[in-house]
């Protein structure tokens, strides 16, 4: 059977607080997608880093790996770090299927959702 | 009457093109809270930066300011500099009250909307 993961990968920080709110996503997917590996790697400052989470999940025999860029826009980081570090993997691992889910800010109904989010928060003025 | 301002409060990135999806929640935002003036801001490498953009707002008479950090998680960005400027501006527009959202990530109900897209997106291998 097929051996399928999904990496989170976030952009990373000094403060280990951080990485909280990936953690309750990750925890959050892999109770819905038991078919799933749910792995959670960065691009700086914190570890693991991508390339020694897929070297990971390659080696426990996963041969499908999806990367979620949890960013919420794509700018350098996307389009040239990620593509750089993906290309690197899929050479080294040439057996593993790897592909890439869109950004956050690329995808309509989560940017519908931060919308709804923002028109129900800000506060309103009473009516003088 | 009372003019309310939303500041949408990004961090910023050297590609133009970083700022799209910012630019599409203001504009949704801004359809529906015709009471709001709904404007962005940068906490670095972009224009406007959150003290010229909440100047231009109180100089047009606004006194209330909701600042929204659209930051996934929460580091040194919103636990230092986001305050620090904070402090700054409110000293400075004494008769503004300027009051702060939480970071997506804060926001239970945004963690299950990433969730739940990441479930449905994350490809199923088809049983053998």
């Known amino acids: 059977m097929t051996k399928s993961a999904l990496i989170l990968f976030a952009h990373g920080a000094r403060d280990a607080q951080w990485s909280e709110p990936f ?3 990750r925890q959050a997917v892999a ?3 038991p078919d799933l590996t ?3 790697a960065f691009l700086e400052l914190m570890q693991p880093a991508l390339g020694d989470c ?3 999940l390659v080696k426990d025999g996963h041969t499908r790996i999806t990367v979620a860029p949890l960013f919420l826009a794509q700018g350098g980081h996307l389009k040239k770090d990620l593509p750089r570090l993906l290309k690197e ?3 080294r691992h040439a057996a593993a299927e790897i592909t890439v889910l869109p ?3 690329e995808v309509t109904e989560l940017l519908e959702a931060i919308s709804e989010w923002l028109v129900s928060s800000a506060p309103r003025v009473a009516k003088q």
Chains 1, 2 share one sequence.
């Open 23 to 25: 953690r309750a996503i």
């Open 89 to 91: 993997l899929s050479t």
């Open 54 to 56: 897929v070297a990971r």
């Open 38 to 40: 749910v792995e959670i």
């Open 103 to 105: 950004a956050i800010g």
């Open 31 to 33: 109770a819905r997608r």
